[in-house]
Structure formats: C-alpha cells, structure tokens
C-alpha cells in the first residue's frame, strides 16, 4: 500500500466509484491488444493514451495554475513534427527519435518560456489572447513551410523496424507484432508521463502554483515570485505536450496540422479536461477516454436515435450525427457553471 | 487665496506617440515596396481592412473596459451577423444586383440593419444566460465564452451546412475605381467610410453623451458609479449589446469582403482582434483604433514584400509594442 501512495505520489483518486472506474481505464488500456482485438479498436486505445499525457499536462496549467492557454496543440504539435520530420529525414531509426524528441522539447520550451515572458508578466487575461495568437501564427507557418513539413499534406514517415507491424516476436505460445509493440510503448511512456505529472502538482512546487491560483497577490506576499512559477509551469506543461505529440507522431507514422495543430484539438483538450474535471489530473484521464470514446462511438448511437426519430420535427436534426460537438459543447458550459470540478468532482462529493 | 482659474485640475496631458505610429510603419515601407501607385494601393487596401478589424474589435474592447469580461465569444457574433444577412439575401437580391447605386446601397443598410439587429437581441440572450452567473471570475469567463462559441458554431453548421457560402457583392460596389496608377476597390472606400462612421459615433457617444459619461466612469470606477445611484448593470447589458451588434456590422462588412462565409469565419478573424486588443490596450477604443490600422497595414505591407511572414509580422509587431508599451499604447488606467 504504501508504494502504491508513493507511486502515485500521495495523491489517491479518493472515492470508490471513482476508483473503480480510472481502474477499468488503466486495465482496459494495459490489456487492449488482448481484450478489444483489430485495429481500431487500438487505435481508440493509443489515442486515449497520448491524450490523457496532453490534457493532464494541460491540466497544469488550467486546474492547478489557473491560466488558460491556446496554444498547447502548438507545442504538441512541435513534438508531432520533431519526431516526425526526424524520422522522416534521417531514416528509420531509435537515435532519430531521440534526436526529434529532445530538439522538439527543447523548442517547446524555449518557446514557451518566450510566451510567458511577454504575457505572464503583465495580466493572466493577455496569456490566453497572446497564445491564441501564437498558436494560430504557428499553424500557418507549419503549413506554409511546405518544403520542411510537407504543408497541409503532412509528412507519412516509417518507424524502427521493432515497430512494423510485419516484425514479429516470439515468446512461447504466443506472436506480438511490432504494432502490439509500439502501442505497448506508447502506453508506458503515457503512465509514466501521467505519474511524473500527478509527481509535480503534488511537490512543494505544485502547492505553490495552487496557491496562485488561489490567491495570487496573497502567495506574492509570501514571497514566491508568481512569475518565476507561472512561468516554469508554463514551460513543464509545453514540454509534457510535446512528448506526448512524439508519441501520437509514433502512433500514426503521421504528422500534419489537421492531427497536431489545429484549433479544433485545442478545444477538444479543453472540453476533455473541463468536462473530466479541472485541478485535478484523473479528470484529464476521464475527459480524455470520455472524449475519445464519445468521438468515436457516440456518433454510432446518434445515428441511431436521429433514425429512430426521422419522423419527427426538429430532433432528427438536432441528434444528427455530425451534432456530437454540439451535446459537448453545451455539457461543457452546463459543467463549467455546475460541476466546476467536472466529473471527478462529483464522484468525490458522492464519495 | 488663489485665483479661480487656478483651482480646476490641471488638463490631461495628450499622448500622441501612437498617433505617429501608422504614418511612420507607411512611410518606412514606401521606399521598400517602391512603386508609389502600389505602395498607395497597398496602403488603402489596409486601411479598409483595418476598418473593418476595428468594427470587430471595438465591440470586444468596449465591452471588456466596461464588464472586465474578455468576450472569447464575440467571434460568434460576427458569424451569426453574417449569416444573418446572408439569409436576407435572397429577399433583396433584386435590389442588390439592380443597377442603381441607391437601392443596392438601401439593401445594403437593411442587411447590416438586420444583422445588427440579430447580433444585439443574441448578446442579450448571451450576457443573461452564459456571462451573467460568471462575472468577476476570468477563468470561467474565458471558457464558458469558448463554449458559447462552440456551441453557436455548431448551431450555424446545423442550420446552414458546414460548407463556404458565396456572399457576392452588390452590383454597385464592385470593381475598382481608377485615378492615374491607383487602383482602389469600391467596397474598401465603403469599409473605411462605415469605420469612420463607427468611430467618430463611438467618440461623439463616448464623450459628449451622459450615457458615455456613466460608460467611462464604469470603466474607470464601477462601484463608484453605483453609488452614485446609477443601475451599472441595465448599462453592462446595453453596451454587451452595442458591443454584439458592432461585432454583427463587422461580421457583415468581412462577409462582403471575402465575398463568402464559412461557420469558422469568426475564429480566424478573432485571431487578428485579438492582437489588435492587446496592441491597443485592453479597453480602450482609441488604441483599438490605431491598433487596428497599424496590424492591417503591416500586414499588407509584409504580405507583398514577403508573403510568408504575413502573420508572423503581427506577432512581431505585437511582441514590438509590448516591449514598448507593455500594457499596450493606451491602457486603462484602472487595470
């Protein structure tokens, strides 16, 4: 038990409902290849992987430091396309990720610790309108600079031989192929990313953001610099999403601007991360499996209610498939007033 | 005993230093671009669209010095303000194409009357149902207002389809008129004249009425302004509403501009609104202003030297003026 607190770094989900169902999540993920065969079924399973590492990290920055930030699919996408551009120029190989993966954490940070310098300092209000800017100026660049990032095309690239899918590997009875082998990776890397974040919000340092968050001008006449934190927040926050863009990148065998850096991924983690519940990161993994499954699944029984209601006015309309966002959208705002702490707060309430 | 002249407080000193701001940004770029006809083109062009930025952004500023609530949903309005009148169209479409400057000017008007029209009674709905219950509290504001854009965009896509719609302009206003080298677009000299309009009301408003009076004061000192008897929030409510009309007029105005919509058209052009905003100081309708020709003009300028920089120039000028003037040229004094 007490490795267990250790692990998780003495920040338990607390209440039995919620348990219960982050451990359907955690151990539908660890065994998906076995319980949920064929491809997309993975491909949900890998997707809700480096989505949980990217509203977590995001999570950071709204839930724990209280500002808000559009510009996170900008530093997951500079962690798509470092890994990405790396493989796709310097051949299929391990050193090839490393060398994007660092280049591509590097300029996050840097670039995020640039943001902050100029928004941070004056009121929280400019960060979300600065990054705003940002983020969209950056799009345009990536799709502009077509020669280096293939442009609206994106680039297709091939992984290391371990992670085709035609590698086999043998042990005993039983054959894993290279897919089996790179979804395998992608879920460790987003566990132990997970828990290096629960890490950091639970750490003195942690404390100390909430504690802006709470009462800025109060932690300020403590004697913490909000800025310093604020801005180091900031910067952790960026380099975890760029990881986690490395590992979509590794995902697909894919980078482009629809997947990584558009706006509508941006309100996406907002929605996964306001809905699952904000200021606390097992809300990022419930809003970001919520999210991707309701993507993926919800549109199925959609379709099936606009059928089933063709006859009437209106509602057809309203449960059309293509709706989804708007259902989202509106359970975003209903929980922004209701359930401010979105549904992990109402587990833990009901405990 | 002093004299009584003496004892009225001393004038406000003016701050001109922006004021030079777009002229200087022109005439740097004159000698770059070269040819006078084109640098004057160039120079027209982004004033236009710098006029019709400023429409947009005025409304956003306004509302944020008066209700401190940063309007992440204004984009919406400019949407709905479009597609309002692109619904009208079909009605007018015989006065719009018939060949007399006057009636595709009264079609004109009705379309913008009807967007703003639309655009105000939606910002009352909106202030009351998503603004009111969060006021105070940035955060939340921030994004139960992104929620209210997600969600009126999808309404849009449901009712209109998720594809462009062709929004052509009324026979009049198209082509170009010529003088020598110059070529100008009809519909740019519409845009800045309309600008102009909004702007020079806005001032007249703003200074010279009592309501503009009470609106000042509230951005300066709410509390102070409801004590003094004054129902600040019927004032919240109209100017959120003025605020959401401006955004439908400007919606309107970049409709005929781009001579198409689409349900994201509000989102692209917030992007811009924003930088202006920032550049301008938030809250005021002056550095708005400035702000809004000095983004359209470097824009233009650098999308004809070196098209691929073109918002990457935003940025920069952004990051310029912040270093300058970190609150932005003219800040609200409260804030």
New interface residues.
């Given amino acids: 038990m007490k490795t267990l607190g250790a692990i998780l770094s003495g920040d338990p989900p607390r209440g039995r409902v919620l348990t219960f169902l982050l451990l359907v999540i955690l151990i539908s993920l660890a065994f998906a290849p076995l319980l949920f065969p064929g491809t997309a079924a993975l491909n949900v399973a890998a997707k809700i992987c480096y989505f949980v590492v990217l509203a977590a990290s995001y999570d950071l920055l709204?839930g724990y430091t209280?500002i808000?930030s559009f510009a996170h699919t900008m530093f997951f996408g500079i962690g798509g396309y470092g890994a990405g551009l790396a493989l796709y120029n310097f051949g299929p190989s391990w050193t090839s990720i490393l060398l994007g993966t660092f280049a591509a954490l590097l300029l996050a940070v840097a670039l995020a610790l640039v943001i902050g310098l100029?928004?941070l300092?004056?009121?929280?209000?400019?960060f979300?309108?600065?990054t705003?800017?940002?983020a969209?100026?950056f799009s345009?660049?990536a799709s502009?600079?077509s020669d280096v990032t293939g442009g609206e095309d994106g680039r297709n690239f091939r992984l290391p031989e371990a992670l085709r899918p035609g590698f086999q590997f043998v042990i005993g009875p039983f054959t894993i192929n290279g897919r089996i082998i790179a979804y395998y990776l992608i879920f460790f890397a987003a566990l132990i990313l997970f828990l290096l974040l629960l890490r950091v919000v639970n750490s003195p340092f942690g404390r100390v953001l909430q504690a802006i968050r709470d009462n800025e001008f109060r932690a300020e006449a403590l004697g913490y610099r909000t800025v310093v934190y604020r801005s180091i927040g900031n910067c952790l926050a960026a380099g975890a999403a760029a990881l986690a863009g490395v590992l979509c990148a590794l995902w697909l065998r894919y980078t482009g601007p629809a997947v990584t850096l558009s706006?509508d991924i941006m309100?996406d983690i907002?929605?996964m991360v306001?809905i699952g519940g904000m200021g606390t990161l097992y809300g990022a993994v419930l809003g970001a499996a919520i999210f991707v499954l309701a993507e993926t699944y919800l549109q199925n029984v959609m379709a099936m209610i606009s059928h089933g209601t063709a006859d009437l006015p209106i509602l057809p309309?309203?449960f059309?498939p293509?709706?989804w966002?708007?259902w989202?959208?509106?359970l975003?705002?209903l929980s922004?007033?209701f359930f401010?702490f979105g549904i992990v707060g109402r587990l833990r309430a009901h405990r | 005993m002093t004299p009584r002249g003496e004892l009225s407080l001393p004038r406000q000193r003016r701050d001109f230093a922006p004021l030079t701001l777009v002229p200087l940004v022109a005439l740097v770029a004159l000698p770059l671009v070269g040819s006078p006809s084109t640098w004057v083109t160039l120079t027209l062009a982004g004033l236009a669209m710098g006029m019709i930025i400023f429409i947009i952004a005025s409304g956003l500023t306004l509302v944020f010095g008066l209700m401190d609530v940063l309007n992440f949903g204004h984009g919406a309005f400019i949407t709905v303000g479009a597609y309002a009148a692109a619904s009208l169209v079909p009605l007018l479409a015989a006065s719009l194409h018939a060949d007399s400057m006057t009636l595709n000017l009264l079609a004109l008007l009705a379309l913008i009357a009807l967007a703003m029209a639309v655009t105000a009674v939606l910002g009352y709905a909106f202030e009351r149902v998503i603004i009111m219950p969060v006021y105070g509290q940035h955060l939340k504001q921030i994004l139960v207002t992104v929620g209210g854009l997600i969600v009126a965009e999808q309404l849009i896509i449901a009712v209109y389809g998720p594809v462009q719609i062709a929004l052509p302009l009324p026979t009049a206003f198209r082509g170009s008129l010529i003088f020598g080298d110059v070529a100008v677009e009809r519909y740019r000299l519409i845009a800045v004249v309309v600008g102009l309009v909004v702007f020079a009301a806005m001032l007249l408003i703003l200074n010279r009425t009592r309501i503009g009076l009470l609106i000042r004061a509230g951005v300066e000192n709410g509390e102070m302004v409801e004590a003094l008897g004054y129902h600040i929030r019927r004032l919240f409510v109209g100017v959120f509403m003025a605020g959401s009309a401006l955004a439908g007029l400007g919606g309107v105005m970049w409709g005929f501009y781009r001579e198409s919509l689409t349900p994201g058209m509000g989102m692209d052009v917030m992007v811009l609104v924003f930088i202006v905003v920032v550049i301008g100081g938030l809250g005021s309708v002056g550095g708005c202003f400035i702000g809004a020709l000095l983004v359209a003009v470097t824009a233009n300028y650098t999308g004809f030297l070196a098209p691929k920089l073109a918002l990457g120039s935003n940025i920069l000028l952004m990051a310029l003026i912040l270093l300058w003037r970190s609150r932005g040229l003219y800040p609200v004094a409260k804030r």
């Fill in positions: 709204l209280g808000v100029f928004s300092r004056v009121r929280a209000i400019f979300a309108m600065i705003l800017a940002v969209s100026a345009i660049l502009q600079l706006f309100l907002l929605l306001v309309l309203v059309h293509d709706r966002l708007l989202l959208g509106v975003f705002v922004v007033y401010p």
